[in-house]
């Protein structure tokens, strides 16, 4: 069976400038051609889409978290790219380092007008750093509060982690029903 849906298409320039700060897990676990090598892919198409008042910035979280690209303009395409190239999968997984990085991040290039966004890809394996259910709504709520929203996006099979991203996806529909916007 194949579904098509087509949502109401916008030109790029009604839309308020965006702040991404994309959060990628490079665990050992994402060592899959479904998982990080599909991320990069999809991330590249994202990012081909954002314009010169976009931001983005890159944070990955293995072993420890890290700031792999400063927040940059969307018009530095090949930075950008060159970032995402150059993403490879080891360690394990501090998650809630990454998570907490990715959000100070998005709140030290906040724009006030702005879509301000972190996107969490990961194959939901968090098994070292802030894990539980309750601490993660918490941190997530209270960064909604202050305008940076969460989009949770999983990658993978086998040892795709379901429950913990149905967690954070319960958390974010049930914070937020806001959509990405370009």
Same mark, same amino acid.
């Given at each position: $069976?194949? =579904? ?5 298409? /916008? ?18 676990? +994402?060592?899959?051609? #479904? ?9 590249? $198409?994202?990012?081909?889409?954002? &314009?010169?008042?976009?931001? =983005?910035?890159?944070?990955? /979280? *293995? ?25 490879? *999968? ?8 990454? %998570?907490?990085?990715? /959000? *100070? %991040? ?6 006030? @007008?702005?879509? #301000? ?9 968090? #098994? %070292?750093? @802030?894990?539980?259910?309750?601490? +993660?709504?918490?941190?997530? @709520?209270?960064? &909604? ?11 993978? +099979?086998?040892? /795709?982690?379901?429950?913990? $991203? @149905?967690?954070? *996806?319960? $958390?974010? +529909?049930? =914070? ?7």
């Amino acid at each position: $069976m194949h =579904i098509g849906l087509q949502g109401k298409k /916008y030109s790029k320039g009604k839309f308020t400038p965006t702040n991404l700060v994309f959060l990628i897990d490079v665990s050992g676990s +994402m060592d899959d051609p #479904n998982k990080l090598p599909l991320l990069k892919t999809s991330f590249k $198409m994202l990012a081909a889409q954002l &314009r010169e008042q976009d931001r =983005i910035a890159i944070v990955v /979280y *293995a072993g420890a978290a890290g700031l792999v690209l400063p927040s940059t303009s969307g018009a530095d395409k090949k930075t950008i790219l060159e970032a995402l190239d150059n993403l490879e *999968a080891g360690g394990s997984t501090a998650g809630g380092a990454g %998570i907490n990085l990715a /959000y *100070a %991040i998005a709140k030290q290039n906040f724009m006030k @007008e702005g879509n #301000n966004r972190v996107i969490l890809a990961t194959d939901g394996d968090f #098994n %070292i750093g @802030e894990s539980s259910n309750g601490g +993660m709504e918490r941190l997530i @709520e209270e960064k &909604r509060k202050e305008g940076v929203f969460l989009t949770a996006l999983g990658f993978g +099979m086998g040892n /795709y982690k379901d429950s913990k $991203m @149905e967690i954070l *996806a319960d $958390m974010v +529909m049930e =914070i937020t029903f806001t959509s990405i916007q370009f």
